[in-house]
């Protein structure tokens, strides 16, 4: 049975590979004494350790040792000696001591270069996982691994060495040193279709890989399914530790049905096996209860965490593993709310972590007292909900708990960036979810000032991993939990009719929400940029393995052979990016720093003009809070979220596009109705309107949404921020500096073809398929040329310094390499937004590539959001006269991430994108009447709401001139 776990993964060194009832012949037959070696195996017999038995054969091994009578046999029964005391009896000293003398017995020979030796080394670092010695596994097993090639650099024990150390290193987090072993423990396996092993070798990388790059971790572990099914190999489809993994990792990755799926197969398997595993069987069903949790499906979990637990409490009675099962039981009885049953469960599940946890921020017990809480606050019973929550915190810090249950540590003595603070924020959490029950129900004012110190104190412990951490799935996790609990507290406020005052205080605190996911998409992005591109564009290798694109059209059954090269060449790339990453750790640009965490609207007011007014939304489940900053005021109005809010902004984008301009108006007055209801809009000096979008509302044009009758545009001029915690004070009252221009059109007529990977990624997109010709050229954009031609020459005439660069000379490497120099930045050419890998949007430009077509050709590739958020540049305007630059992924919670964010990022202060795609002789037209407006002096945000009155004027439609927008820092 293959050994997945870690510590099963190293028992017995592999011996998986070579049974154990006939090693000791198969390397010995010369000096074996078959008694001796067959009755140390008695002590295997049944799984039962006969201690006796086993001091009586040590004693017999090391006498012979010491006689020098057939020492190397001898050394290996110590050695199955050492294993059995360690992992059967329970006694890894003991096992430990019986290694050492028996290598100090068997050193006196001078015969230390033996296979007996290796097996020694072997089972010291099998015997370190016991003691949780992680540097001695590693070590021991390089010991091991070099005594071998010494001995015979071809012998059939450096494969499973080479996983075992692969494993071992792994194990002590040195994944660079682990991998080391990855490629050679591939060759060997292919060249001596040991299937086994290759099998291995992906499942090992997969199994580590999961916890830094789920995503990645799958792809391995789906691998070596593939080719566990492909070869038929029974030792791994027949081995539920197997299919817990495949399950495990896409848990990991919120694949929940097929986890279940995964887990259920080693269910069958595990029942197909005998002797039954029954241990194992309790697992499994634990697992697919976790499985069908995630998936809402309560009472299913209920019933195998049931089957799990009756199986647990008759193997071993009510142990620590059945307190666990019971737990999650109980977490789904919150969940369905059924809070009367799980009183019972949650009481004694917490009562059983509270009397036996060491330490009180155990896990265990602080996700019981979680669970508990949510019962109690679910029964209304809110004073002993807050009680736990107190315990909870308290517990945690080794403080003890306080008889008020509202007064909290003071965290700025106790937080520290480099732990984990997950189970008192949550906690912390929790006490605000019951004191908002409390407060609407009995209307205590009071509760908003304690629920206001709660957040602020959860807000603190999140501030603190905001500063330190560059791992974007963390990051991630920390925004979506930060922007669910800011909606919560918006949503009571919003109920318990909080004053200005109150909802100032409020305001510092939910912004950071948004502040936070543009933290996690600037890390995500940057990571990309530094690990997969410049790999890609590098290694000519590499860039061949693009082709793995094509893995989407093909079939892994009626294109095998294809499919499985492909694949493998891919998941090497996938994998040596990684590696990469850990060779040189990527510390992400200082984008959003301490300072900026500690702004509340105060930081608005002061880079505020007397004529702006910034409108910040927050949308979430029930309601629309609407924030409304202007120099001199500050105004919270929320309002419920209707329930065909999001027809309508999908209504008003299809409408658009179709060129239903009656619609368009109808749609655009309602919602202009809705969002700015009770909003003083008419103040003569207020003429910019400065929107914060959040979710939905990024994809709508603020200019259209009718306000008595009229177009926005018609009395405003209209600009994005992205967050108000990023705003940069840009001197818009002033004329803007203009002193150098960069342009490109790429235009692509000459026919140059797109990388593989890039049109495959462009073909996912259903919007974008017209965009690329026979598969593989991009649409001409003649226009372009001209667009590029007149603007440069409008500019030069100003006086300002130009540069453009045109068709094959637009390359990548070019605007990388001039960008950082110019004040404003033009690029003319295809923009595209990928839904499934955001940081993969990107701008098509050409690029020298000499692997595809001999030296002197080109092909497109596009420049993509990781590349550009780690640009340098000093730019007051970029300009994307591109399709979509300024539209991206939306999802709930995360808002929204365009190509234009890459360029906020990298340090523009304004851009201009489009939300759609818009016609290129259209969108020449608009740009040239945007520049002359600029060129006269006008404000970037007037000179574009001057040009898009200009457009309605002269009848275009509105598809043509709302989708431009102006996004500033």
Known sequence: MIRLSFVLVLQTFALAAFPQTSLFQHYFPQEADKSLWSETLLLDKENIFMPEIADSLLH????????????????????????????????????????????????????????????RYSMMAYNSVYTRNAGGIASNFEKAYNVLLALDNNHSLIPPLQYNLMQAFFQVRKLVEGFDYFYPLIEYAEKNEDWFFLINAYLGAGNIIKFYNPGLGRQFLQYSL????????????????????????????????????????????????????????????????????????????????????????????????????????GKNLNLAGSYREALEVNRE?????????????????????????????????????????????????????????????????HISPDKNYLEPELAIYLKIETMAQMAQKNTEKEMIRHMLDHFDAATHITDKHASVVANAETLAALSARFKQNANLLLDALAALQADQSQMQRAYRLVARSKAYLLLTENTRNQLYGASAQPNLNSDPKALKTDLASRLLSLSPDEDADEWEYLNRELLFLEKDNFVAGIRNPFEPQPLINQMHL?????????????????????????????????????????????????????????????????????????????????????????????????????????????????????????????????YRKTNLSEKPAAESFFALAPVFDNDQPLSATEASAVAMEEEYRDMIREGQYLVPLPATLEEVKQLTEMFA???????????????????????????????????????????????ALFEADDSYHGQGHHTTRLLMLGELSRLTLNSDLVVLSACKS??????????????????IAAGANNVVASLWKVHDQKTKEFMVTFYEYIIQGYNYHEALRLTKLDKQLEGWLTADWAGFILIGA
């Open 226 to 329: 593939f080719l566990a099914q492909k070869y038929n190999v029974s030792r791994h489809l027949n081995d539920p530790f197997f299919f817990i993994s495949l399950g495990s990792v896409n848990t990991a990755v919120d694949n929940h049905l097929q986890a279940m799926e995964l887990y259920k197969k080693g269910l069958g398997v595990l029942r197909q096996n005998t002797p039954q595993n029954k241990p194992l069987e309790g697992n499994l069903l634990y697992y697919i209860g976790v499985s069908y949790g995630n998936l809402g499906k309560y009472n299913q979990a209920i019933a195998y965490l049931d089957s799990a637990a009756t199986l647990e409490k008759e193997l071993a009675g009510k142990s620590r593993s059945w307190y666990r099962t019971m737990g999650l039981k």
């Open 797 to 843: 005439n100003a006086g300002v310094n130009t540069k453009s660069l045109q068709r094959l000379e637009a390359t990548r490497e070019n605007f990388k390499n001039l960008a950082g120099s110019f004040d404003i930045i033009h690029l003319a050419t295809h923009g595209f937004s990928n839904s499934l890998e955001p940081e993969k949007s990107g701008l």
């Open 349 to 413: 599940v917490f009562s059983f972590f509270e009397s036996t946890s060491a330490q009180y921020n155990n896990y265990y017990f602080q996700n019981s007292i979680q669970e508990l809480m949510k019962t109690y606050t679910g029964l209304g019973e809110w004073e002993k909900a807050l009680n736990l929550g107190q315990q909870a915190i308290y517990s945690f810090f080794g403080m003890e708990t306080p008889d008020d249950p509202f007064v909290l540590p003071d965290l700025q003595q």
């Open 886 to 903: 300024g539209y991206g992924t939306i999802q709930r919670g995360e808002g929204i991430m365009g190509i234009s964010r890459g360029f």
């Open 598 to 726: 500690l702004s509340d609207h105060q930081s608005v007011h002061q880079n505020l003009s007397d004529n702006e007014v910034v409108i910040d939304f927050y949308i979430s489940e029930k309601n629309i809070h609407t924030f409304v900053i202007t120099r001199e005021s500050f105004q919270f109005l929320p309002q419920p979220l209707p329930d065909n809010f999001n027809n309508l902004t999908t209504n008003l984008f299809r409408h658009i596009r179709t060129g239903n301009q009656s619609q368009t108006n109808v749609v655009a007055a309602t919602m202009g109705q809705f969002l700015f209801e009770g909003i003083e809009m008419e103040a003569e000096n207020k003429d910019h309107l400065i929107v914060i979008p959040d979710e939905r509302l990024h994809t709508i044009p603020f200019d259209i949404l009718e306000i008595q009758n009229h177009p926005l545009s018609d009395k405003m001029a209209v600009s994005y921020r992205y967050n108000s915690h990023l």
């Open 60 to 119: 017999i091994s090391w006498q012979r040792l010491a006689e020098n009578s057939e020492p190397r046999a001898n050394l290996m029964v110590a050695t199955l000696l050492a294993d059995y005391y360690a992992s059967k009896g329970r006694n890894p000293q003991k096992g430990r001591e019986i290694l050492l003398e028996s290598g100090d017995i068997f050193s006196q020979n001078n015969d230390t270069l033996h296979i007996a030796w290796v097996f």
